[in-house]
Structures are given as C-alpha cells and as structure tokens.
T-cell receptor, first 113, second 112 residues
Framework: DARVTQTPRHKVTEMGQEVTMRCQPILGHNTVFWYRQTMMQGLELLAYFRNRAPLDDSGMPKDRFSAEMPDATLATLKIQPSEPRDSAVYFC???????????FGPGTRLTVL | GQNIDQPTEMTATEGAIVQINCTYQTSGFNGLFWYQQHAGEAPTFLSYNVLDGLEEKGRFSSFLSRSKGYSYLLLKELQMKDSASYLCAVRQNSPGNTPLVFGKGTRLSVIA
C-alpha cells in the first residue's frame, strides 16, 4: 500500500556533524512537508514544497538547515553543523493540493550528542 | 500570534465516552484537524471540520465552533487501543493542502 517512507529511522551523531534525512512521498503527491516534533514544542513546520518548489521555509534555522527536492520522489533535509538542540523526531508528510489529508512518514529520530 | 490549547493528559475507562477539548487563537482559519498518534509512531488523520457543527465518523466525532475558537473530539465505546496522543491542528491559510499548526497534544490513557 502507498506510504511515505523516511530514512534513516534513527540517527545518533555528534555535535558538529552533518545529518541528512530523506523522504520518499507517496507517488503522485505534489505537496511535501517537513515537521519537527519535540516534547517541549510539539509538532512544528520546518518547510514545505509544492511541485518541488519551496513555498515556506520560515520555520527552519537558515544558517544550518536546508531542504530540497531533487526530484518528485525524493525530499531531503540537511543539518550542518548539527547541535544537541536539534535532537527531535523529524517527520515528512505528503499530500495532494486540493485535498485535506496529510500522510505522515514514520519519522527520523535524531539524537545529537 | 497563534495559540492552540488542549489538556496535556486525560484518563478514561474502557467502554466509556471521553471528550478532548481544543481552543485556538490563530491569525487565520481554514479548517481544524484532529490526528491520532500512538507512542513512537506517526500521526494519522482522524477528522476535519471547516464549518460549525458535528462531524461523525464511527466511534469518533468532532465538533467545531468558529465563533468561540473551540473544537472537541468525542470518542465513544473506548477501547484499550485508543490509548494515544490526540493532536488538534489548525490550517491558517488557503484551502487545499497547506501547513498545519499543531497543539502539543493530549495523551489519553484508557484503563480497564
């Protein structure tokens, strides 16, 4: 069945290292979201794309985070350099313009030591 | 600014009914969503309200009052598998698939 996939599922890294997270949206979905979830802040939007074009990345710390969609089947979120405060679960979600539902991937649990 | 408030935790008994409230103050409004999230898993869509009133879907119902900035999720005939976090979210901007602003979630524990 159609699902959003994310890799890796878990990542432990040291402060200062680069982290790359990948997301494969559901085939045919033209809208992709990156959210971050922490206990303190809950789920927060980092960035979103429609038809591979970034529409809003105001939730991302621009100096260290970058998000791209190299093609319609792949979205990436990079952190360079990573910091302990980036420790969180990062969710990718996809959907279709004109429809309400966003389908979430299983998330990448990131721990920065 | 934007603010979405819901209780942090609730406990209810198997077979009972529970109501989870959500109040919101956002700069725009174009729909209210409820998501369910089991521990360690992804959020899954439960319901959507854009007009005032009650939407029913099986054991789950969701209510919206736009004038009061208020919604609730009603779960009937509670089952142990309903133990999860329930997230209230508002779509602020244009209709269609645009970003959601989430509350911090209500952790529901269903006990025997």
């Amino acid at each position: 069945d159609a699902r959003v996939t994310q890799t890796p599922r878990h990542k432990v890294t040291e402060m200062g290292q680069e982290v790359t997270m990948r997301c494969q949206p559901i085939l045919g979905h033209n809208t992709v979201f990156w959210y971050r979830q922490t206990m303190m802040q809950g789920l927060e939007l980092l960035a979103y794309f429609r038809n591979r074009a970034p529409l809003d990345d105001s939730g991302m710390p621009k100096d260290r985070f970058s998000a791209e969609m190299p093609d319609a089947t792949l979205a990436t979120l990079k952190i360079q350099p990573s910091e302990p405060r980036d420790s969180a679960v990062y969710f990718c979600a996809s959907g279709l313009r004109g429809f309400n539902e966003q389908f979430f991937g299983p998330g990448t649990r990131l721990t920065v030591l | 600014g934007q603010n979405i408030d819901q209780p942090t935790e609730m406990t209810a008994t198997e077979g009972a009914i529970v109501q989870i409230n959500c109040t919101y103050q956002t700069s725009g409004f174009n729909g209210l969503f409820w998501y369910q999230q089991h521990a360690g898993e992804a959020p899954t869509f439960l319901s959507y309200n854009v007009l005032d009133g009650l939407e029913e879907k099986g054991r789950f119902s969701s209510f919206l009052s736009r004038s009061k900035g208020y919604s609730y999720l009603l779960l009937k005939e509670l089952q142990m598998k309903d133990s999860a976090s329930y997230l209230c979210a508002v779509r602020q901007n244009s209709p269609g698939n645009t970003p959601l602003v989430f509350g911090k979630g209500t952790r529901l524990s269903v006990i025997a």
